[in-house]
């Protein structure tokens, strides 16, 4: 079975940058790909990045290209998320999940097990 939880979320300043982790356990978790997505006020789900299997292929939503950056160290069972220049539309709670596909997709139904949620605020 597997487990994830998040962590690294704060309080910031627009601009300002933040490190996300996503920590797991179970032995299915090395097997396939993951996502990052983040709650908004608007959105339940909104996809924000995913990473293959391996950490040598990830995608990116629009909003954050070239200003968020994903990766993993596999056999850690560790997932990270890079956030630079914060900006308030960035405001969320960012979840990690866990897919059995080779690489995350944008579709929240593809991944099979999620973590609870860090918080990020971003103030202008």
């Known amino acids: 079975q597997v487990h994830l939880v998040e962590s690294g979320g704060g309080s910031v300043q627009a601009g300002a940058s933040l490190r996300l982790s996503c920590s797991g356990s179970?032995?299915?978790?090395?097997?396939?790909?993951m996502g990052w997505f983040r709650r908004t006020a608007d959105k339940e789900r909104e996809f924000v990045a995913a990473i293959s299997w391996r950490g040598d292929g990830a995608h990116y939503s629009d909003s954050v290209k070239g200003r968020f950056t994903i990766s993993r160290e596999r056999e850690a069972k560790v997932m990270y998320l890079q956030l630079n220049n914060l900006k308030p539309e960035d405001t969320g709670i960012y979840l990690c999940?866990?897919?059995?596909?080779?690489?995350?997709?944008?579709?929240?139904?593809?991944?099979?097990?999620w973590g609870k949620g860090t918080p990020v605020t971003v103030s202008s």
């Open positions: 999940a866990a897919t059995s596909h080779s690489i995350g997709t944008i579709l929240p139904n593809t991944y099979h097990t």
């Open positions: 179970g032995s299915a978790l090395s097997m396939g790909g």
